[in-house]
């Protein structure tokens, strides 16, 4: 039976802004308060979604979350009209109405850690949406995150899906950008590589001091455990604070792997040597560690042109590819090392810059827009079709963009009460054109 790994990439939601919201996340914060482009953002989404279906890759879609979310707006006070609720907000507290407009569920590494059946003890892909406790406008998500999940993955056949962690800084889970899946083959056993910034229960380990570790050991151990994954599967590994404060606030801005192949910064880790000693006997084969050292990119060109926040395939032809976006080309230290790495004997052999600017300037890259889902082949005929990247699907969400999505948005605008109507009109018809049924509050 033939072994994919697809991405699911996360459409651009209706009022993509940059308000700012991500403290430890320095592209987020720099850029807050410029006017954004939601129906660029979206295009620009949809269209590296297409080539990586163009290159024979398995691409999904997840959609967006409702936004504004009114519900959270009234759990925390506010009352009256939906469009009183909008500018009562406005008003009295702004920076709650921007967290309740957020488009960050477009950056689906955060939806949930997902482990595949080649994994798993009762052979079933398992699926666990993140808390995101960290961030308030993020630890709304959750609940509409768990039911595009299970409308997208609709088949208890073969998929099980579990509740998010506690709400609680014990259980701090950010999904699938701080888990990496590394295996010789998709459909074979492989060791999953859960990365945390802290333990919350032990006061001695070390931690960051100026940015918070959103990733938690026991978050990390919870999944593992919901997974039904053998110890031999698994290996913990802490995420170094140092860089945590330099403002890698993800694991995956700091490393990606994909099969065989972990390529990360030197600086990444803690105990890295005793780590990958772990890794290599647990995997059980050869493992190909490429190590980008601080003389070849310091961790602020990593950060600034997320280089690890790229994405690793695998082609059709076996080949591994980096999806890079196009801020790598223009950072001459990261651009030289990428050049670099082509002339060394390493699996990767090519690299493919994407523009995905409205989504960096936000604080995410390739790697943030896409969660890994690994399947066999009836695996991938039980997910809902109607999700899969394909030439019809591709034009049809493009003018489903054309038609709801403005050209521009400002923080300032989040308060326009028209935002709602045109929000909900857009989604409700994209669970039509998905064929997800009543996913979102308003709907139900």
């Not at 940059?18 to 403290?23: D, I, N, P, W």
């Not at 959609?63 to 469009?83: C, H």
């Not at 082949?377 to 019809?392: F, K």
Request: net charge negative; glycine share 6%; with cysteine.
């Amino acid at each position: 039976m033939k072994q994919f790994e697809a991405n699911f990439d996360g459409l651009v939601g209706p009022t993509h802004n940059y308000a700012g919201l991500s403290f430890g996340n320095v592209a987020s914060y720099s850029n807050a308060a410029q006017a954004s482009n939601p129906k660029a953002a979206a295009k620009q989404g949809l269209q590296k979604a297409k080539a990586l279906a163009d290159l024979g890759m398995v691409q999904g879609v997840l959609a967006p979350q409702e936004r504004p979310d009114l519900y959270t707006l009234r759990r925390i006070g506010f009352s009256g009209s939906d469009a009183e609720i909008i500018q009562k907000a406005a008003v009295q507290a702004p920076a709650l109405l921007n967290a309740c407009c957020s488009a960050s569920s477009m950056w689906t590494a955060n939806a949930a850690t997902v482990s595949p059946s080649a994994d798993t003890r009762d052979g079933k892909v398992h699926f666990t949406p993140a808390n995101l406790v960290d961030k308030f406008h993020r630890s709304i998500e959750p609940l509409t995150t768990g039911n595009i999940l299970k409308s997208t993955f609709n088949n208890e056949r073969y998929f099980h899906h579990h509740s998010h962690l506690p709400e609680h800084s014990y259980f701090g889970d950010e999904g699938a950008a701080n888990h990496t899946r590394l295996c010789h083959d998709y459909g074979e056993a492989g060791v999953e590589l859960f990365v945390y910034g802290q333990s919350a229960t032990n006061p001695n380990t070390p931690k960051p001091t100026k940015f918070p570790a959103r990733q938690t050991l026991e978050a990390s151990q919870a999944v593992a455990r919901l997974h039904q994954l053998e110890d031999e599967s698994c290996v913990f590994m802490q995420q170094n604070p140092d860089v945590i404060d330099q403002g890698v606030f993800h694991n995956d801005v700091i490393s990606v792997g994909n099969q065989n192949v972990l390529f990360y910064h030197e600086q990444a880790f803690l105990d890295t040597d005793a780590k990958f000693a772990e890794i290599r006997q647990k995997m059980n084969g050869d493992v190909h560690f490429i190590k980008v050292a601080t003389d070849q990119v310091s961790i602020n060109d990593a950060v600034k042109s997320y280089l690890f926040n790229t994405q690793i395939i695998t082609l059709p032809n076996g080949e591994m590819a980096i999806i890079a976006p196009t801020d790598c080309q223009e950072n001459p230290a990261v651009f030289a090392y990428l050049n670099e790495l082509l002339t060394l004997n390493a699996p990767i052999k090519q690299v493919k810059y994407f523009d995905v600017k409205q989504s960096m300037q936000n604080g995410g890259g390739p790697a943030c827009l896409r969660l890994r889902v690994a399947m066999n082949e009836n695996e991938i005929a039980a997910v809902n079709q109607n999700t899969l990247m394909n030439d019809a699907l591709f034009t049809r969400l493009n003018l489903w963009v054309d038609k709801h999505y403005r050209d521009q948005l400002t923080v300032n605008d989040l308060a326009d009460p028209q935002l709602i109507i045109e929000s909900r009109t857009a989604l409700d018809e994209l669970t039509q054109i998905l064929k997800l049924g009543s996913v979102y509050q308003f709907q139900k």
